[in-house]
Structures are given as structure tokens and as C-alpha cells.
């Protein structure tokens, strides 16, 4: 496999090349010709998330209730450089803390090592805490402060993982988004936070996605933040009148500055599974649509196919690394699970773009 994308990048290099000498623009994705091959087969597959530096992504299939450290070695990780499966008692994500950061922070709920999500430039941590109830806290490790993010924001139990406690921070470290389950609604809390980058004290939080204002749409995940920090995309179902809400999934761009939530969906592309800023700019944005995997330009409207034998229909899950350079890809058939490992390097663009009537 190794070998075989080592080849994939020789090639797209040579094309390069030839089309600059010929003076043409490539028109191909070599994206589209990588074999779609699970890099891994197993039960319900469970906490999955990337690593900051989209190295590596981790996940379990035990069935039974996930926790930072397992009895066993089922906490399972994929090395994107190797192209290799390892596994580990404790979750690969997990910072490693000094005695007297434990002592500090204690991030502890009931007694057991909360899930801690390190900000990438790993000053910053984010975890909750707590007996009964579980507050969500954020940890700066070069001040050694901490300080309870809205009080009032009880996550419902840290310890199941990224399946009920997940932490998107952007690639500057400036600003997160905390997804948490709730015990008053089947819907996530979405919780953006920022302000604190001079000082933790001055950080702010505020409430998007279902419970927040400004958004009109229902059952909402956080996809992506931007580099900066200041624009969030989302996936929800759109509200419809007379109706508590659509069966569609919708893109959507939250902005922090207007506090405004805007549908971005692409024309005919309204069964949206997973979405990331494109690493060229955020103008562009890449998601699995009905097309296939695509790339979106916001502001011409142009979109590209990166790979059409990826669709919505059939997909049930996706997972953008951070750098929005590879995706991860399940599909479940009943009880099983296939995990697909999609390298997006390298894509040649611009394409050939297609029009909207032709995106259907």
C-alpha cells in the first residue's frame, strides 16, 4: 500500500511537470484511481477522532463502555504514515499529564481520568470534572489555571468518550467547540469557546447549534472550525414549516462575530455526511454529498468531484482529519463495521467542474 501511494505521488508529480511544459492545467485526480480498500473490519465502531496533527486516528469496537483505560488492549489506532493498525489499554489521545498537572487540574469524574483533549499547540486542556456532576474545564498548562466553562453546562458523563464528549479545537489554538450529550434531549449541546488566548480568564462561551440562537436547524454536529478560529461548520437537519424538521442534512457556517448560522449547502447536494475548510483555502470547502466526495467553492459555486464512487447513499459516517487531507469513511451492516481510510494527496486542482443540474 506503502508502495503504491509512493507511486500515486511519482506519477501526479510527472503530470505536473508535463503540463507545465505543455502549458495545460491537469485535469485529473488521482484521488479518484486509489482503491477503496477497508483498512479494518470489526464490530460497532466506537469513539472515533483524529489526532491533532492528522497522524494517526483512533477508535474501539468493544462492546462494551469505553473509557480512557480498557481492561485490554482494544483501543485501536491507524497510523496514516505507515499505513499500519496498532492498539493500546489507554486511548493513543490522551496528553500524557505530570503529578503535579494530576494534582492541579484533577481532572477526574467520579473518581476516573476524564477524556482530556490537548489544544495543537498543546498549552491548552480541555476535560471535564467532577462527582455527580460533570463540569466542563479548561486547563492552560504554561499559566498553570484553570477556570469552569458556564458553570451551568453539565456534560452528562465524559467518560463514554467522543461519542458523547467530543473537542474540536482550531489549528491556531485559539478557539473549540465542545459536542456533548444532554440529559434532557436526544439532541447535542454545542458549546463554542475563544477570548481565552492572552488570558483564560477572559475566556467566552457560547451556546450554537440546537440550543443556540440564530440557527435554524435541528440535530447539529460540529464538522470543522477554521484556522482562525472564527467560522464553525455544522451539519443539521433544516427546519421546514409545519414540521419540527427536515430529513435532510444540511452544511452550515456559524460565524462568531455575527453570531449568525447561514446554510452553505451546495444546489442538489442536500444529504450531507461530513464536511472540513479545504487546506488551499476556506473559501473551498470538502464533504460527502450526494455527488460523491466533493469539493465546494463557496463563493464561484463551483464544485469538483473528487471521487464519485463515494456518496452519501451508502456512506454512514464520516471523519475529517484536521487538516482536511484524509477522511475516514464506516460503513455498518448490521452488526459489523468497515472503516475506510481515504488519502486525499495527491489531488491535482483545478478539474473540470460540473454544473448543479449535473451534480444530482
Not at 505507515?82 to 494530576?102: K, N, R
Request: net charge negative; proline share 6%; with cysteine.
Amino acid at each position: 500500500m506503502t508502495q503504491y501511494k509512493s507511486i500515486l505521488r511519482l506519477v501526479c508529480f510527472l503530470i505536473v511537470i508535463l503540463s507545465l511544459i505543455g502549458g495545460t492545467i491537469p485535469q485529473l485526480l488521482l484521488a479518484q484511481s486509489n482503491p477503496l480498500i477497508p483498512v479494518f473490519q470489526g464490530g460497532l465502531l466506537r469513539g472515533i477522532a483524529w489526532s491533532n496533527n492528522s497522524q494517526q486516528f483512533t477508535f474501539t469496537d468493544t462492546g462494551n463502555r469505553i473509557a480512557v483505560t480498557l481492561e485490554s488492549s482494544d483501543w485501536i489506532h491507524y497510523d496514516m504514515l505507515s499505513q499500519s493498525i496498532g492498539d493500546s489499554t489507554v486511548w493513543p489521545l490522551q496528553p500524557t499529564l505530570t503529578q503535579a498537572e494530576l494534582a492541579l487540574f484533577a481532572p477526574f469524574a467520579s473518581n476516573q481520568l476524564s477524556f482530556i483533549y490537548e489544544s495543537p499547540n498543546q498549552r491548552y486542556l480541555v476535560f471535564a470534572r467532577g462527582e455527580e456532576v460533570f463540569s466542563l474545564t479548561l486547563a492552560d498548562r504554561l499559566t498553570h489555571q484553570t477556570i469552569t466553562l458556564s458553570p451551568q453546562l453539565h456534560v452528562l458523563d465524559p467518560r463514554y468518550g467522543p461519542d458523547s464528549f467530543r473537542v474540536l479545537f482550531s489549528a491556531d489554538s485559539s478557539a473549540f467547540t465542545v459536542m456533548y450529550a444532554t440529559d434532557f434531549s436526544d439532541e447535542y449541546g454545542v458549546l463554542y469557546v475563544s477570548g481565552y488566548a492572552s488570558n483564560i480568564s477572559d475566556a467566552f462561551d457560547i451556546l450554537i447549534g440546537d440550543f443556540g440562537q440564530n440557527f435554524d436547524a435541528r440535530y447539529a454536529q460540529v464538522e470543522d472550525l477554521s484556522e482562525n478560529g472564527k467560522s464553525v461548520l455544522l451539519i443539521g437537519n433544516p427546519t421546514v414549516p409545519n414540521s419540527p424538521y427536515s430529513n435532510e442534512r444540511h452544511l452550515y457556517l456559524w460565524d462568531s462575530e455575527s453570531l449568525d448560522g447561514i446554510d452553505i449547502t451546495p444546489p442538489q447536494q442536500q444529504n450531507i455526511k461530513g464536511a472540513a475548510f479545504s487546506p488551499q483555502t476556506e473559501d473551498r470547502l470538502r464533504m460527502i454529498a450526494n455527488a460523491g466526495l466533493i469539493e465546494y467553492n463557496r463563493s464561484t459555486h463551483e464544485l469538483v468531484v473528487i471521487r464519485s464512487d463515494i456518496t452519501a447513499d451508502w456512506v454512514d459516517k464520516v471523519y475529517f482529519s484536521p487538516t482536511a487531507d484524509s477522511v475516514a469513511i464506516t460503513k455498518e451492516i448490521g452488526g459489523h463495521t468497515e472503516l475506510y481510510v481515504v488519502d486525499l494527496l495527491p489531488i491535482l486542482l483545478p478539474t473540470t467542474p460540473i454544473t448543479p443540474n449535473s451534480a444530482a
